[in-house]
């Protein structure tokens, strides 16, 4: 699979074309919630896992909701998870202290917080990339301005979306390129990378130069026009409400241990 491939923009902006009562939704209230989301996920202590299960609840309920493969979202946290694995890496090392046991097996204080930083880092990316995928960076963009973000920030922003894949795309067709004149990347000096990137560089400023240009020929001002604005409804606030009070009880309570004794108690 190329890295293209994995990419998959415009896959991206079709699903935020759908329609669908989530699609819908006002993108400032899926804003708010996925960034209340997020702020819940990281409150936690350094060693909790458990208590985290139940947020995902909301990224699964997102997916189905608004119709996103879970193939494509699974690809899309692959892609950054070497740096969530990087982070805590070194924690069981540095950790040794017994935090839990299972049984007879005695759990450090370090590879719980490992565990718990790769399950914030599944929750919070995926969290953003349904975000994305059901509401469009465009439309987000958008309202993310409305909500009082700066301008030249929700420009940059999507900017930074749109074209950072124009140059990846452009770096993946230079790599082959080389590949194919060196007959197989083994046998590139590794020397030959740092030229490729200074021309990685230059091809981007250039193509950014020329992008530009187009934009302004063709009336860019610096404001992000959506086709269909969106005004906040009552459905919209209850979805932010809703999604709040399950946020702070979860938060307030872990409900995967309630729910296990529950279970446990009824077994026996």
């Known amino acids: 699979m190329t890295p293209g491939q994995w990419i998959e923009i415009g896959r991206m902006d ?15 209230a899926k804003a708010v919630t996925t960034i209340l989301f997020i702020a819940f996920v990281m409150s936690f202590p350094r060693h909790e896992v458990s208590a985290l ?3 995902f609840l909301y990224p699964l309920a997102i997916l189905s909701l608004g119709r996103i493969p879970p193939g494509y979202l699974l690809r899309k946290i692959l892609i950054a998870a070497p740096f969530a694995v990087v982070i805590g890496m070194f924690n069981p090392f540095l950790d040794r202290e017994p935090a839990a046991a299972i049984g ?43 909500m009082g973000l700066p301008r030249v920030f929700a420009v940059q922003l999507l900017f930074l979306y749109r074209y950072l894949f124009v140059v ?35 091809r981007s400023m250039s193509r950014a130069d020329r992008v530009y240009r187009a934009m302004v020929s063709r009336g860019f001002d610096g404001e992000i026009r959506v086709l269909h604005e969106s005004r906040l409804r009552w459905a919209d606030a209850a979805f932010v409400i809703g999604w709040t009070v399950f946020f702070a009880a979860a938060r307030t309570w872990n409900l995967a241990d309630l729910l296990g004794r529950l279970f446990m108690g009824g077994l026996s």
């Open 168 to 202: 990846a795309a452009e770096g993946s067709r230079m790599r082959r390129s080389m590949q194919i004149r060196a007959a197989g990347p083994s046998a590139i000096p590794l020397r030959v990378y740092g030229s490729a990137v200074g021309h990685l560089l230059l």
């Open 104 to 146: 007879g097996l005695v759990i450090t204080g370090g590879w719980l917080s490992f565990a718990s930083i790769l399950v914030r880092f599944v929750l919070t990316v995926s969290a953003a990339l349904v975000l994305i995928a059901c509401t469009g960076m465009n439309r987000l963009c958008a309202g993310l301005e409305r």
């Open 53 to 55: 299960m139940p947020f």
């Open 14 to 28: 079709e699903l935020g074309r759908l329609d669908t009562p989530l699609h819908r939704r006002d993108a400032r």
